[in-house]
């Protein structure tokens, strides 16, 4: 497989405000766009970013088959530029592209396009603190076809856009018992569209309730805590780091499996496991010590301050000193080269 290269003329990335911008409204230079016809992937094209075109019957406008990733380049105190966890974003976007009957896309074009878009695009990696440039991969079918079914063409392609530093006021939250996020069978663990148009609806409903954020409980009982919007659900219960299991309704997130790994080189103790409503209002009508936080590649860490449930409000910890800004910090670290990077976390251009 070839990667063919169309610079563009002049960059953008002069006229872009690194002050002041809205994130994911500008493109970066260059995107990359793979075509699978034929029964196979073939070569990528980078070029200059520009709109698509493509035939209103094509089978992504209709019928869901599109999922994505959501990564991130970061700029190292040395002046180098690493993405972090390629690996483990490649596994996963496979993962959700079987589920839903895509083809998977090839380690090289994955590992090789993105690598190469970024290279191009270095001068969009700000080296100011907290900013990184998110990296989209995704792929859509494109057969031209109004029949449900499988679609036989596909587009992978990468784009990338510039993130500023992401500090939110701890967030005020509600356990949603009436709408569900995913079922065991269904498509919760894969990062495919349809999961976040679903989620709009009582998401928005909640903050017109005056809330941020919904927190998803399962669908059966409604009473075990599964994720935040399109965060991972994590807990600190006097000094254990709780989080719920991966068993197919949620995504393995990768700041998920990141934090908990950091965790445990800190000798904290690890818990994945079901962890209830009631559990949590328990420990806290106790007085002991519960930090609430979601973990994403957008923001790392969202701590909660308050997690409301059947209009009963319970407040979380969120002192400077709690467990979870230490672990956000060194997390941090290692993607700007700071802290040792003793997993290989980081692939340096
Ligand atoms: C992307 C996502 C996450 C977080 O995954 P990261 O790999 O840490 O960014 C968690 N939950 C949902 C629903 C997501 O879409």
């Given at each position: 497989?070839?990667?063919?290269?169309?610079?563009?003329?002049?960059?953008?990335?002069?006229?872009?405000?690194?002050d002041q911008f809205e994130f994911g409204r500008v493109p970066t230079d260059h995107m990359l766009l793979?075509?699978?016809?034929?029964?196979?992937?073939?070569?990528?094209?980078?070029?200059?970013?520009?709109?698509?075109?493509?035939?209103?019957?094509?089978?992504?406008?209709?019928?869901?088959?599109?999922?994505?990733?959501?990564?991130?380049?970061?700029?190292?105190?040395?002046?180098?530029?690493?993405?972090?966890?390629?690996?483990?974003?490649?596994?996963?976007?496979?993962?959700?592209?079987?589920?839903?009957?895509?083809?998977?896309?090839?380690?090289?074009?994955?590992?090789?396009?993105?690598?190469?878009?970024?290279?191009?695009?270095?001068?969009?990696?700000?080296?100011?603190?907290?900013?990184?440039?998110?990296?989209?991969?995704?792929?859509?079918?494109?057969?031209?076809?109004?029949?449900?079914?499988?679609?036989?063409?596909?587009?992978?392609?990468?784009?990338?856009?510039?993130?500023?530093?992401?500090?939110?006021?701890?967030?005020?939250?509600?356990?949603?018992?009436?709408?569900?996020?995913?079922?065991?069978?269904?498509?919760?663990?894969?990062?495919?569209?349809?999961?976040?148009?679903?989620?709009?609806?009582?998401?928005?409903?909640?903050?017109?309730?005056?809330?941020?954020?919904?927190?998803?409980?399962?669908?059966?009982?409604?009473?075990?805590?599964?994720?935040?919007?399109?965060?991972?659900?994590?807990?600190?219960l006097d000094n254990i780091l709780i989080t719920p299991p991966l068993h197919g309704t949620i995504l393995d997130g990768v700041t998920r499996d990141s934090l908990l790994?950091?965790?445990?080189?800190?000798?904290?103790?690890?818990?994945?496991?079901?962890?209830?409503?009631?559990?949590?209002?328990?420990?806290?009508?106790?007085?002991?010590?519960?930090?609430?936080?979601?973990?994403?590649?957008?923001?790392?860490?969202?701590?909660?301050?308050?997690?409301?449930?059947?209009?009963?409000?319970?407040?979380?910890?969120?002192?400077?000193?709690?467990?979870?800004?230490?672990?956000?910090?060194?997390?941090?670290?290692?993607?700007?080269?700071?802290?040792?990077?003793?997993?290989?976390?980081?692939?340096?251009?």
């Open positions: 497989m070839q990667i063919h290269i169309h610079k563009a003329g002049q960059s953008a990335v002069q006229n872009f405000n690194f793979a075509q699978y016809s034929d029964g196979a992937w073939q070569d990528a094209i980078i070029e200059p970013s520009r709109d698509l075109q493509m035939s209103p019957l094509a089978m992504c406008l209709h019928y869901g088959q599109t999922v994505f990733e959501g990564m991130k380049a970061y700029k190292t105190s040395d002046g180098n530029i690493c993405i972090f966890r390629m690996e483990k974003h490649f596994q996963r976007m496979n993962k959700s592209l079987l589920r839903m009957a895509m083809p998977e896309v090839p380690r090289d074009l994955f590992m090789d396009g993105i690598k190469a878009v970024v290279d191009l695009d270095r001068v969009w990696v700000s080296d100011r603190e907290g900013y990184s440039l998110y990296l989209r991969p995704f792929v859509i079918a494109t057969e031209p076809k109004l029949g449900v079914a499988s679609s036989r063409e596909f587009v992978f392609m990468v784009v990338c856009s510039p993130m500023g530093p992401y500090y939110p006021r701890p967030l005020n939250v509600k356990v949603e018992r009436s709408y569900i996020r995913a079922a065991q069978g269904g498509v919760g663990f894969a990062k495919n569209g349809g999961n976040y148009g679903a989620a709009l609806y009582p998401t928005i409903q909640a903050q017109q309730q005056g809330f941020d954020q919904v927190l998803w409980t399962d669908a059966v009982t409604h009473e075990y805590l599964e994720e935040s919007g399109t965060m991972n659900l994590m807990f600190v790994t950091l965790a445990r080189d800190m000798n904290v103790e690890v818990q994945e496991r079901p962890i209830s409503v009631q559990e949590i209002a328990d420990a806290l009508q106790a007085g002991r010590h519960v930090e609430a936080f979601g973990a994403g590649t957008a923001a790392m860490i969202a701590p909660f301050a308050s997690i409301t449930c059947d209009d009963q409000r319970y407040s979380t910890y969120t002192g400077p000193d709690a467990l979870m800004f230490r672990l956000k910090a060194q997390l941090q670290g290692i993607r700007t080269g700071t802290v040792p990077d003793i997993h290989g976390w980081n692939t340096i251009l």
